[in-house]
Structure formats: C-alpha cells, structure tokens
DNA sequence: GGTTTCTATAGGACATCTCCTATATTGTAC
DNA sequence: GTACAATATAGGAGATGTCCTATAGAAACC
C-alpha cells in the first residue's frame, strides 16, 4: 500500500499528472521507493475509482491530454491515517547475499569479481547522494522557516540513505581487503562480529 | 530467481523436504531472504519439472510421505552458472522511509511513536543476531579446516546484517536523541550529511 | 479437556510489481 | 539521416510472492 499513500502524499503538495509523478519518484525517493510508470497509471485509476483523487484534463495540441491529479478531501484523510500507523515489517531480499551465502562452490576469483561489481554500483549511488545533498543544501540555505521544516521529512530518509550506504561500502571494502591479505576466514569473521556486537 | 537458486543451493548440500528447507531458511538466511511455504513447494514442483532437482519418496505412517529432494547434475550447473553471473540490481522498498517522507503532514509525537517502534524491532533483531553469532561462534570453533571454509560465505552475509543493523540502529538513536534535544532541524540534518559524506 | 504446536504436503485466490508494447510529435545527439 | 530521449497515457501478459485453507495424527501445553 506504499505506492498508494506515497501517491497521495505526493499529490497532497501539489497536483501533478502520472507523467509528474514518475518524475519525482524517481528524483527524491528512488533510494527507497521505486515506481514503474505503468504502475503509477494504475494506482491513479484505482485512486480515482476510490474517489482518493480527482483530475483536470489538459488539453494538449500535439501531445496526448495531462490528466493533471490532485488529493480529495478523503484522500487526505486516508493519508494521514496511513502514515500514523504501524509501519509493517519488510524482509530484505538480497540476491547477492544468496550468492555470497553459496559462494563456497566459487572460485575465490569469481567472489572478488561478484565484490568489485557491487562496490562500484554503491560508489555511484554514494555518488549520486553526494550529488543531491549538495543540491538539498543550498535549498535549504535559501528557504524560510516554513520550507525548511517541509524538508525534514526528505531529509531524513536521505540521512538513512547515506549512513546504510556508507556501512554497506565499508563492508565490502573489508572484505575485499581481508581477501587481498589472506585473512578471510571463518575465524576473522567470528572475531569481527563478536567486536561489531559487543560495542553494543 | 534467486529463490530458485537458493533451493538449488541447500539441496546441493544435501537432500531435504520442503519443510526441512522451510525451517532451514527461516534458521539460516532469513535475514536476507525469506521463504514463504507455498512458494518453496511450487517452486520444488517447478524445478523438478526442469529436471534440476530430484526425489525419493520415504514412506511415513502418521503423516504424509516425504519428498526428499536432491539436486541433480543439470541443477549444480545451473546453480554454479547463476553464482557467478551479477547480482542484479535490488530497489529498496521501505515503508518506514515513505511514511517520514511525508511525517510533515504527522504531529511530532506520532512520528515519535513511528521511531520507536522501529527501534524496538532493530533491538529485537540485533537480540537475535548475538544468539545466532554465540551459536556460530561456537559451531566455528569445534570446526576442522574443512568445515570452516564453508561457514565462510553464511558469516560474510551475517556480518552484513550485524553491521548494516548496527547502521540503522546508530540512525534511529540519533533522531530520537535530535527529536529530544529540539535539535531536529533540517540544517542540522544538512550538516550531518555533509560530515558523513565527507569522511568519504 | 481443549488448544496449540509439530510434522508434511499442496491448491486457490489474490496482491503487487515488472516488462513490453502501442500511440504521436518534437527535439537532440551522433 | 537515423536513432534516441522527452512528453503523455495506458493495456496485456507474466513473474513473484503472500495469505488462507485443507488434511491428519501425535505430542505438548495449560
């Protein structure tokens, strides 16, 4: 249902059509919600059906009319109950773990490519956060007090987006390291975790 | 696919029900990848279908027959195959993330209720990881040179969890304490990611 | 004494999301 | 000059996974 409610949250700012939106999913909460653009469509009819959302069609000339979306009353209201509740529990799915879970049938070689590979995709995403938040910061150096407290929610998730993903570069530097030394064994992992854990 | 693979996995270990590798996932990697029953059967229907896995019918008096399953020659190349090929791309789907998105629209206590609970979930999951470490530590240590080496990969992915747990945890603490403080700004939001990224 | 848990399998319905395709025009890149 | 990206919408098919249910006897719990 976060596809929902993020629609709505999204259309609770200001209106926007499914073109729109795709385009701000994708600007400010692809590090931790992605949407398929026919996904939004389909959301945005449901909404609709749902009378969450009602449009203005926008005529175009040589393009296909924006149907230009903004929140009922009642979308409103199912928005905010939404985000009072509990948030639900949501498993990891880390296929690359399942591969390092099994990575004893591997060559040693073919682990350290699997490694590398992922540590160059968490190198652009740092580098892309690096790119955002300087944009997010002049933002906020120019906004008054009641943009500013408008932008604490985005903020936060960007905070969590760069502090997991500065852990997750740092675990994969490790390994990689450990595994030029020579001092990737059971051993070591046993003794990295207990240090990890017992610094509470 | 990666449910596919990780069946191939276990069953190239050795043979197993599809309850034994019910319990298995939720034992050995459900901090990475969960199993729902349903989709373990269909999916040993599938691959023995496709001739990748095996099985023996064992006779049981009080309860249903067992289907032990193994992986056949086709299923350890296919496994061997998909290893060593990327990992693909994951988007994270975080609800958590969604509803602090939008926490602008939350009065500050519900946001606070939101966090907490989500502290407490992380402790009780870092509970279970310092079990799992004590128990792995242990098996580890009364382990011969053979056995260790592959308790190799399961520790590299227990790691990941400890220390991406750590992480998240480390994030929520600090909203809390800023949320306390009166200092859940968004410069100084700013400035905590400006420190984060620039430690590299 | 009744409820839950464990062992063991599996189908039905549903939710959710992705990928591909179609339509139509303009502008940009190589 | 040809292909790709941007604007704008939306359907079809399929992959994947979850939830609920059914069956059935033994054991354990309270």
Redesign the interface.
Known sequence: ??LR??IL?FL?IRPMSGYDLKRTFDQ???????ADQAAIYRMLGDLEADGMVEYERIAQETRPDRKLFRATGTGRDA??M???A?????????????????????SPE?TL??LR??LD?VEAE?GA??TY?EA??ER?ES?DANA?????????????G???G???R??LQR?LRDANDGT????N??S???A??ETQ
């Open positions: 249902m976060s409610h993020a949250g609770s400010s909460v692809r590090h931790f919600w992605s928005l905010d939404w985000l009072a509990p948030a639900p529990a949501v498993p990891r799915r880390e296929p690359l773990l399942v591969k390092l879970f099994f990575s004893g049938r591997l073919a490519v699997l590979a992922e995709a740092m956060f690096k938040v997010m910061g906020v906004a500013r407290a408008s932008m604490v929610g985005p903020l936060v998730t960007l905070v969590n760069v502090q997991l500065l852990a997750y740092a675990w390994l990737f064994t059971a051993e992992l046993v990295q975790l207990r990890a854990l």
